[in-house]
Nanobody
Framework: EVQLVESGGGLVQPGGSLRLSCAASGFTFSNYAMSWVRQAPGKGLEWVST????????SYADSVKGRFTISRDNAKNTLYLQMNLLKPEDTAVYYC???????RSQGTQVTVSS
């Protein structure tokens, strides 16, 4: 059974940083491109970033480019999202998912507020 468990969210002030993690199990993690998506209150899902199989090629939404960094540790079956210079508009539930699929996990809440 595929399981993706996000962690690392919380309340942070504008300009702060958080590092999200996503622990994967039930599939061969290293064989899949992985993405982070988010859902802000009252809005639909928004793609944030993707990292491809080798871990070298990455892609970011314009709204987070230069502030967020996606990475993966295939030995630990874990996906990461380093978020710096956080803004109130980054407030959302963050999900990890296999590239091209909709999230099915619980996500982790990120709230950026003073």
């Amino acid at each position: 059974e595929v399981q993706l468990v996000e962690s690392g969210g919380g309340l942070v002030q504008p300009g702060g940083s958080l590092r999200l993690s996503c622990a994967a199990s039930g599939f061969t993690f290293s064989n899949y491109a992985m993405s982070w998506v988010r859902q802000a209150p009252g809005k639909g899902l928004e793609w944030v970033s993707t990292i491809f199989i080798g871990g070298i090629t990455t892609s970011y939404a314009d709204s987070v480019k230069g502030r967020f960094t996606i990475s993966r540790d295939n030995a630990k079956n874990t996906l990461y999202l380093q978020m710096n210079l956080l803004k109130p508009e980054d407030t959302a539930v963050y999900y990890c998912a296999k590239y091209g699929t909709s999230p099915r996990s619980q996500g982790t809440q990120v709230t950026v507020s003073s």
